[in-house]
């Protein structure tokens, strides 16, 4: 691993919740010494990825991430093309919506909706990045990836974030051939102890997966009639998201994701 990509891996323990890091929590969360680190976010405040409170001198995002999103949206407006679908996604099923982009072998959450009309609600937040062993979308994309990505992902410890968490590599493996069978994935409680959810992937130019789009619903409302619904109108998004977006279906399989009536996958 390079420096430049160690430097640029402090910057994902940011999220919501950790909006500030100190110096100390980023050597515990990288596990890395404290002089190693010092000298990446150095480099990084020096170009304006980090900056530091003046009073508490921990770090917090700097000026250039702005910047750069600014740029990225204007010049490949992904957020602006998905949010209209997602939040009609979300309207339809009645539950919380997300939609990300594969970043290495990790998803990056874009944008997420809900409707609001729950007591009960999914906890989504967008600073998170998402495993892709462990999520609906990621496993969605895995599917429908070129099998080294899986092989990469499959062939190192598998982290549980609950106590359903799939971490069995060989089980996976026959997830991944049922959603490409019915091209969404569903699980349940495997990243929130709380929450069910299914997936499905979004394709590029090229035919693969850049990212995916999914539904989270609180388990004690995933009743069957109401997945099934979810299934219909998530298939209808991906086709829609993946044009809107410049990709494309991939040839074989694009029926999965069209109108023609797909069996519901096997309970997981």
């Not at 874009?110 to 609906?136: C, K, N, R, W």
């Not at 070129?146 to 992902?153: K, M, N, R, T």
């Not at 999914?214 to 109401?226: E, G, I, L, N």
Request: a neutral charge; charged letters at 20%.
């Amino acid at each position: 691993m390079g420096t430049i990509t160690k430097a640029l891996e402090l910057l994902n323990y940011f999220s919501r919740t950790k909006r500030e890091i100190g110096l100390v929590e980023f050597a515990r969360l990288s596990q890395r010494d404290k002089a190693t680190v010092h000298r990446h976010l150095v480099e990084l405040e020096a170009n304006g990825f980090v900056e530091q409170h003046p009073q508490t001198r921990a770090y917090r995002l700097g000026p250039a991430i702005l910047r750069l999103t600014a740029v990225r949206e204007a010049t490949h407006p992904i957020r602006r093309i998905l949010r209209p679908i997602v939040d009609g996604l979300a309207q339809e099923v009645g539950e919380l919506c997300h939609t990300s982009l594969l970043q290495g072998d990790m998803l990056s959450p874009v944008y997420h909706a809900d409707p609001m009309i729950h007591g009960t609600q999914v906890h989504f937040d967008e600073g998170e990045m998402l495993p892709l062993h462990a999520t609906s979308s990621g496993l969605a994309v895995l599917a429908f990836s070129p099998p080294e990505l899986a092989d990469q992902v499959l062939s190192r410890p598998l982290k549980a974030y609950t106590d359903q968490t799939l971490t069995d590599p060989a089980f996976l493996r026959s997830i991944l051939e049922d959603v490409r069978r019915c091209g969404l994935c569903s699980l349940d409680q495997a990243f929130d102890s709380e929450v069910c959810s299914v997936g499905g992937p979004l394709f590029g130019a090229d035919g693969l997966p850049a990212g995916a789009i999914s539904v989270a619903v609180p388990a004690v409302r995933a009743q069957r009639d109401k997945m099934d619904q979810i299934r219909g109108a998530l298939r209808s998004a991906i086709h829609k998201a993946t044009i809107s977006t410049g990709g494309m279906l991939p040839r074989q399989g694009a029926a999965l994701w069209t109108d023609t009536p797909v069996p519901t996958p096997p309970a997981q």
